[in-house]
């Protein structure tokens, strides 16, 4: 790297409020915190101010969240999208982990189901390249490693080990698969029922 590419940092965070859901609502809650118009900077209370590199407040839908997030997704980088957040703040909305193939187009969709689509969608325009898709899918809770593909009953804890000439691998991952679009939701569907 060039020193002045050196200087990027390759990580962007961005900050997403979520509506008050129904339950809420009832209860009289309110929104603490305040978004600047056409700034990526929210306050809480009254004069805590925090910038984000994107800040989207509770009316941005998804596909904004989409775009923006996942924006260079076939630029030729490895990507992570890392939903952190106190329970019930929407990493799985967000993130798309209730999808069923009923919401395939609807707004609601969130990201994984959307990056799946744009993948076959960029595939099937580039028509010069050959591609080799391959999905897993990982769980790590409580420091153990678990594999949410595998189809045995005890899934066995998995160790993570770094390759030399592969880097970071983890050893034992049965589920790996070359897929098509339409054996990508079945396994949309395994996730979502792992997930629950
Ligand atoms: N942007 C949003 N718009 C509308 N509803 C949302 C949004 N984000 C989250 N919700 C709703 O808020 C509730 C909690 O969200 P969610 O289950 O995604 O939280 P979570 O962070 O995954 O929680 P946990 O860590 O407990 O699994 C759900 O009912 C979800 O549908």
Redesign the pocket.
């Given at each position: 790297l060039e020193d002045e590419d050196a200087k990027v940092i390759p990580v962007r965070v961005a900050l997403?409020s979520?509506?008050l859901?129904p339950k809420e609502i009832n209860e009289g809650c309110q929104c603490c915190l305040t978004f600047v118009p056409g700034e990526p900077q929210v306050i809480v209370g009254t004069e805590k101010a925090f910038t984000y590199d994107y800040v989207?407040d509770?009316t941005?839908?998804?596909e904004e969240v989409f775009k923006t997030a996942v924006s260079s997704l076939l630029s030729g980088y490895h990507a992570t999208v890392l939903?952190y957040?106190?329970?019930?703040?929407?990493?799985?909305?967000?993130?798309g982990?209730?999808y069923t193939a009923a919401q395939e187009g609807d707004p609601?969709v969130g990201v994984i189901p959307r990056v799946i689509r744009k993948i076959f969608e960029e595939k099937e325009n580039a028509t010069e390249c050959e591609f080799c898709l391959a999905v897993s899918y990982l769980e790590i809770y409580n420091e153990e490693i678990l594999d949410l593909l595998s189809t045995s009953k005890d899934k066995p804890a998995l160790s993570i080990r770094e390759d030399p000439k592969d880097g970071i691998k983890v050893s034992g991952v049965a589920s790996s698969f070359t897929i098509v679009r339409v054996l990508v939701w079945p396994y949309m569907k395994l996730f979502c029922r792992s997930w629950a």
């Open positions: 997403r979520r509506p859901v989207f509770p941005v839908e998804q939903a957040g106190q329970t019930g703040s929407g990493k799985t909305y967000s993130m982990g209730t609601s």
